[in-house]
């Protein structure tokens, strides 16, 4: 008797364990979080998040002046299931619709058709490995969508169908079926994380730009970067000292190319991989007095690190406390998560490097934040806060470059680094992602995915042929941030005779478009907008059709064929106005996919099309750029360095096109956070045709009369 109520007893607990094991599907209770904004939690979400780690703060303002949108998605097709250690939402997605984002992916935009897993990582081609994946979607039908986890994340998109689906693909002959699919697609999105729960937000449109444009204001709205980061930055061989890298300054200087940032790479630091975060004594004898010689040449340096503290390191003994289980490059890993090692390290960057010349210490370059595994820590790591290799690994870069940001900030100065891992909330940052990658077209795909992502994103120069060079130098003055990293080179920008003139008229373009690239920045911060808009953003821009080719057997290239769009992933917008399509080294000639309406050549203002695909054989001195109709482009004069903060410049501002035009010109002091407290200025450039059918321009200032720093404005119509 006994006997039978024991083993009963363990029956039930059996059931109860086993019931408890099996996966509890809900519907998700969603809870307005700001204009436009929903959040729904899943199980019990963990303390950290990405978006805790880069310290989100909603800009509540701006977002409520967005068009008012209501809940994008069907509340009832979407539910989270919770089992074991796992999470799972799924979302609708319907037949008709495309899916982008997930991520800075280097091969393809459209991620409708595949499966992700979204894991912090040097490129190397897996997919979901990233520098900045990001776990935001975004979606032809206006919405976007975020899993805010900092676990790996498992994501499929249009696959996997349900047997509980209301509507299946048909079931098709495979052998006799001209339709028959090899990737079946379903009806929804689902992601899979390793976890007791998770956060998903909603960000509404009306349309995939809005909703963009909701995710980088619920982070708090783009970086601003300081004038001067929208400079040139050139980066010098790892092995030079105070002397070298004045004398590089010098070489700009004598060769007419612009620059406003030097970098230093590891030989800065007496001890490097890991870090020691102290001068070296023998290539910097005298910092301070190194900083004052950059100050003079009005230049700022940038310095390189990794986060990885070395035993050499007077550092080392009040981080050991905080280190994580595992070493990198035999140097302790700091548990970011936690405020205590933060002021340390955010103390030694201040007493070491900041607090010696703060104007011409411009920030940091943050290196190997990102991967590979195989130099990392493993996620079997545990941390002092509890926290483990996964979630360290998903929020590394944002930690850094949040200690970064703020130290600065503390300091009301605005700084601009560099940043090769990074993830959700970190449009505010002021870094930008680069990588040693040297493909040229994965890195305009990277450029134009990063509009989808809230990130920067730079391709490098590094060096080359001449041609090589110069077609490099084009695209990355068209870039977030103009980089020429020479860390590993005697290549100089004027190595080349043959390009060097070319390679010189490319950087002082990009500091004669200043006005209009702040402008850019200035429309990121405050209303959202991405600095680089992938064409899929693009008004009047239409993305090709999937190519069919269900049915068709190939057995030595692919039986499985499936249907594949072109995608316009080469060419994007970066601003209002000007449309970038970068000519990669060796070509001749390229497509141009032309959006909607006419588009006029930047150099000369004639007609280049109106929405459709033209070919295009630009001479070697120019990247194609496009303006599109009744655009205004604002130009300084040509200048070797950014203004300072109160220089006041003579403004050109050119018209293209048939159509009035209209932009609202932004500026500030350039330098400082006080934009923050209001001071800064929106001056209202108008073109309209005036009595007689003359083109004429207009100011309006600044309705609050704040100022700008533009002396006299002179008029280009550049279409005849
Ligand atoms: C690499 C980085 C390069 C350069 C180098 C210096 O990891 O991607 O840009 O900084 O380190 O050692």
Not at 442 to 453: D, M, Q, W
């Amino acid at each position: 008797m006994k006997q039978s109520i024991t083993i009963a007893f363990i029956c039930a607990l059996l059931a109860a364990f086993t019931l408890n094991a099996s996966a509890q599907t809900h519907a998700l209770r969603w809870e307005r979080v700001a204009p436009g904004v929903w959040r729904a939690r899943v199980g019990r979400p963990e303390a950290l998040t990405l978006l805790g780690a880069a310290g989100a703060r909603p800009a509540l303002e701006p977002l409520g002046k967005l068009p008012a949108a209501p809940f994008p998605l069907d509340r009832e097709q979407i539910e989270g299931r919770r089992w074991g250690w796992k999470t799972a939402v799924r979302l609708p997605l319907a037949l008709d619709e495309e899916v982008y984002g997930l991520g800075v992916d280097f091969k393809t935009m459209r991620r409708t058709g595949s499966t992700f897993r979204l894991h912090v990582d040097h490129w190397g081609g897996v997919t979901g490995r990233t520098h900045a994946p990001v776990p935001l979607y975004v979606s032809t039908r206006g919405y976007a969508v975020l899993f805010n986890t900092a676990r790996y994340l498992d994501v499929s998109v249009g696959l996997g169908v349900r047997l509980a689906a209301k509507e299946k693909p048909p079931v098709v002959d495979r052998t006799t079926g001209k339709g028959w699919a090899a990737l079946p697609r379903s009806d929804s999105v689902e992601a899979l994380a390793n976890a007791e729960g998770m956060e998903v937000y909603v960000f509404a449109g009306p349309t995939m730009l809005d909703a963009v444009r909701r995710y980088n204001l619920f982070n708090g709205g783009g970086a601003l970067p300081p004038k001067w980061g929208l400079g040139f930055l050139a980066r010098t061989p790892t092995r030079y000292g105070a002397e070298q890298a004045l004398k590089e300054i010098d070489d700009f200087r004598r060769n007419g190319i612009p620059l406003d940032m030097l970098g230093l790479e590891p030989g800065w630091q007496d001890q490097a991989y890991p870090c020691s975060f102290e001068w070296d004594a023998a290539r910097f004898p005298d910092p301070s007095k190194f900083l004052s010689e950059v100050e003079r040449r009005h230049v700022r340096v940038n310095l390189w690190f990794n986060p990885y503290v070395s035993p050499t390191a007077p550092l080392y003994r009040k981080l050991l406390p905080y280190a994580g289980t595992h070493l990198v490059w035999n140097g302790i890993v700091p548990d970011y998560t936690l405020p205590a090692p933060r002021k340390i390290f955010s103390d030694q960057l201040e007493r070491e490097v900041v607090r010696l010349n703060p104007r011409a210490v411009g920030g940091f370059k943050i290196d190997e934040v990102d991967g590979y595994d195989r130099y990392l820590w493993p996620d079997a790591a545990t941390f002092p806060s509890g926290r483990d290799g996964e979630q360290l690994r998903q929020t590394y870069g944002l930690l850094v470059q949040r200690l970064v940001y703020d130290l600065f900030h503390k300091r009301n100065l605005r700084t601009f680094g560099q940043v090769r891992g990074t993830n959700a909330g970190a449009s505010p940052l002021p870094f930008v992602i680069y990588n040693d990658n040297y493909a040229f077209d994965e890195y305009i795909t990277a450029v134009s995915n990063s509009g989808f992502a809230g990130v920067l994103w730079s391709p490098e120069v590094r060096g080359g042929k001449g041609e090589d060079m110069l077609r490099r130098t084009q695209a990355v003055v068209f870039s977030p941030l103009a980089l020429f990293n020479g860390w590993a080179t005697d290549d100089k920008l004027w190595t080349h005779e043959e390009v060097k003139d070319d390679i010189r008229a490319a950087v002082i373009l990009r500091m004669r478009l200043l006005p209009y690239l702040y402008t850019t920045f200035a429309q990121y911060h405050f209303e959202g907008t991405p600095v680089v808009r992938p064409m899929p953003l693009v008004e009047g821009f239409r993305a090709p059709q999937a190519r069919d080719e269900s049915g068709r057997l190939d057995a030595t290239a692919n039986p499985y064929a499936i249907g594949r769009a072109d995608e316009v992933k080469d060419q994007y917008m970066l601003g209002d106005s000007l449309l970038v399509a970068p000519l990669p080294p060796g070509a001749k000639t390229r497509k141009v996919v032309l959006p909607a309406g006419r588009w006029y050549d930047f150099y000369d203002g004639r007609l280049a099309g109106e929405g459709e695909t033209i070919e295009v054989t630009p001479a070697l001195s120019r990247i194609p750029l496009f303006v599109k109709d009744g655009g205004l482009i604002p130009f300084i004069p040509e200048r070797q360095w950014a203004p300072g903060r109160d220089e006041v410049l003579p403004l050109e501002v050119r018209h293209y096109g048939r159509l009035p035009g209209r932009l609202a010109l932004y500026d500030d002091d350039g330098e400082s956070f006080d934009y923050e407290r209001g001071e800064y200025s929106w001056t209202l450039l108008n073109v309209a045709r005036g009595a007689g059918g003359r083109w004429q321009g207009q100011v309006t200032p600044d309705p609050r009369g704040k100022r700008w720093r533009y002396s006299e404005v002179t008029w280009t119509f550049m279409t005849k």
